[in-house]
């Protein structure tokens, strides 16, 4: 399974009394997002899924993959909080059969991503502390969705995958 975890792109600042879901992305991080995905294109990766968090930054970060993406995203709480055993069985149930080139997408928020991608890779959370996601970053991962049953491919900053378009 190839698995891509992004987090979601540049975020306005949280306002006092704000709800924390509720933050959009400012037009320069969805600017930029636009441009990453492009890169994404260049290097011919395919998401055939994409679970994302409901939080709108996360999900209008989902919604700019569509160029590289062939369904609609798929929401989930699980993804607003440290990952889950129950995060890892969604993730196993809708990926779809290995291609070339193609997989899932998560797209989400730190420290939970650096979490999740530690726990796979490494078999424990805590040791994303270590793992920089940058804003609009992407961590290719290949391998099962199980505590260190994946491998680290590569990770690839936004300013990288800018520069490729």
């Known amino acids: 399974m190839n698995l891509f975890v992004v987090r979601h792109a540049i975020a306005e600042d949280a306002k006092p009394d704000q709800d924390d879901a509720s933050r959009e992305l400012t037009p320069d991080g969805a600017r ?16 055939d899924r994409i679970i994302t968090s409901p939080w709108r930054r996360a999900a209008h970060t989902a919604e700019l993959l ?6 609609e995203p798929i929401e989930t ?12 069985a969604m993730i196993g149930e809708v990926t779809a059969p290995e291609k070339k080139r193609h997989g899932t997408a ?19 959370a805590r040791r994303g502390d270590g793992l920089e996601l940058k804003k609009g970053g992407v961590v290719w991962l290949v391998g099962s969705a199980a505590a260190g049953g994946m491998s ?14």
């Open 32 to 47: 930029n997002f636009r441009r990453a995905v492009q890169g994404l294109r260049e290097l011919r990766w395919c998401f």
């Open 66 to 71: 569509a160029p590289v993406s062939t369904g």
């Open 77 to 88: 709480e699980l993804l607003c909080k440290s990952p889950t055993t129950e995060l890892l």
């Open 106 to 124: 998560i797209v989400g928020h730190e420290p939970w991503l650096g979490e999740l991608v530690a726990w796979l890779a490494f078999g424990e």
């Open 152 to 165: 680290i491919r590569a990770i690839v900053t936004p300013k990288i995958l800018r520069a490729l378009r």
